[in-house]
């Protein structure tokens, strides 16, 4: 019997997260109060500046007490320990993570996920590499379960699984509520494909998710929207394929493909509204040619994951 | 009686001590050996699979060729401990020098590696991997000359240098 994953209490994330620095800072963090581990969600680190926690929407500083509110007090990291923390987050192995640095992050154990800032090394106008880490930002996982059962409900409604789109501005709980909407189908019985181009759905660590999807979910891991979409759709034979901020025109013909093959694709566009997703010419190609049945407008960063709208698009839009 | 026991210590100790001289010289190969196959097998995992550095050590270590010397099996045990792979690299060398009778040469070299080691993009490992390969490989073949023109002479002089101080005892 699948019993999935435990989705983690804060305290036990937060303390998993700062496991994984160099020992002499691990420590400091386990040291925290209970109530602060619960709080924190963020974990921030610049070189020889001060160690700071962000709780809940203030920033904290890391001071050899605890924490205090007053940087003048606070931990300062010298630019050859951060390298030492960044050095413990790849395990040693930059090459290993690559692709992953070009694009600015470091997908860690348990599904967080450490942002970096540094110096950029440019080759023909791409960013190659990053020298020189100047900041590690290491935001902590937190699944939220149930944050797609509304969402799940409305496309369940009718017994066959249709295409949605759920829009929002950013931070409104868009991965999360995919996420979750992945897991629910998955442990409900269909085969779902993810398809995680920045690894934020699944974060996958060494090829396991670190987020828990149900037991009928499998992971396109770093892969091109459309031709991840293309690929899940002709050799894994999925009921639904979920995929994060499409509006290209490329990723777009990918989900009216797979529409044709009878895959639908739930997936998620930036927009302050459902007005300004129905204005932008791909995602209006998507509702027009049926590929999206269901729309999904969500509140934004003030209550995130909250639906505000949801539009049945085989009704006359506006 | 003391005396002819006596005489026979000392010759078998002299004897002893040659032959230990002429197998750490078999044994310094075999162990150049071993780093040359391990690092071609290390240069070829991180080419195709680009395993993190505990991953690539777990998978040497359970690696039959591997399992004489334990050298990567205490590499990974010292990165499962959080240690960096330097650290568990060089400890994992000082808990075998008896073993490997590396000359300080060698253990120069492969201290080198290790320290590069994961600290830069695939083209970097793969250049590193290829510049140990071709040190060791140097080193491997002036070993196997240098045993090849002193193993036996060594065997030999433990046995005259034994037999030599029985008869002076004599």
Known sequence: MYLGKEGGVPMKRFEEAASLLPSWLAQRFMALPADIKEQATEIRMRSDRPVSVTLRRRNAFLTRAGLSYNPDDATFLSPRELWEVFDCLCEGSVYSCMEQLREGYLTLRGGHRAGLAGRAVLEDGHIRNIKSVSSVNIRIARQIKGSGEQACRTLMSEGALRGALIVSPPSGGKTTMLRDMARILSCGGRRVCVVDSRGEIAACYDGVPQNDLGPLCDVLDAYPKAAGILQAVRTLSPEAVICDEVGGSEECAAIVEGMNAGVPVIASAHASSLEEALRRPQLRMLIDSGAVTWLFCLAGAAEPGKIVEIRDCRRPLA | ?170
């Not at chain 2, 075999?30 to 071609?40: K, R, S």
């Open chain 2, 1 to 170: 009686m003391l005396k002819p026991v006596g005489m026979l210590f000392i010759f078998l100790s002299m004897s002893f001590f040659g032959f230990h001289l002429s197998f750490s010289l078999s044994r310094r190969v075999e162990a150049l050996d071993y780093f040359v196959l391990a690092v071609e097998v290390i240069r070829g995992e991180l080419r195709f699979l680009q395993p993190s550095l505990p991953r690539l050590f777990e998978k040497l270590a359970s690696d039959p060729r591997f399992a004489r010397p334990p050298f990567f099996a205490l590499v990974a045990k010292g990165l499962s401990y959080r240690k960096n792979v330097r650290e568990a690299w060089r400890e994992a060398l000082a808990a075998q020098a008896r073993d490997l009778c590396l000359s300080d040469a060698d253990t120069v070299i492969l201290l080198r590696f290790a320290y590069a080691l994961g600290g830069s993009d695939l083209a970097g490992q793969d250049s590193l991997c290829a510049f140990t390969l071709e040190e060791l490989k140097s080193q491997r073949d002036k070993a196997a000359e240098y045993r090849h023109t002193h193993a036996k002479t060594y065997r030999i002089l433990g046995v005259l240098s034994g037999l030599f101080v029985c008869l002076l005892l004599v």
